[in-house]
């Protein structure tokens, strides 16, 4: 694997987390690009249900967190805590969105080049 831009994907982290486990981190990331997540926070957004739209954010929040997403992470926080104090969506999803494009790229070519 090379060394993954920690922006989007903090390798050190991940490694530490794992004990160093590479394969199992390569598995683990392979079934996080199948993850459709995204998609329900897509739906729940165009629908217009906060509820949803937080349950989704927390999902993804915790799904990055423990794959070491960093960006992820936080945009999916930032949405997540939005929903839970009961203020509008706002931009924070497209934040979310984009970081998960992001990292979906940088998991994509890690995985490729390792």
């Not at 992820?72 to 998960?100: F, H, I, K």
């Amino acid at each position: 694997m090379i060394l993954a831009n920690a922006r989007y994907l903090d390798m050190a982290d991940a490694m530490k987390r794992l004990g160093g486990m590479k394969s199992i981190y390569t598995g683990l990331l392979r079934k996080f690009l199948d993850n459709t997540e995204i998609d329900a926070l897509r739906r729940a957004e165009a629908a217009g249900n906060n509820k949803e739209i937080g349950e989704s954010a927390h999902a993804i929040k915790g799904l990055a967190a423990n794959l070491s997403l960093p960006a992820l992470t936080e945009a999916a926080a930032a949405l997540n805590t939005a929903m839970r104090n009961g203020e509008a969506p706002g931009a924070l999803p497209q934040g979310v969105y984009d970081a998960w494009e992001k990292t979906k790229t940088v998991i994509e070519d890690t995985l490729k080049d390792g």
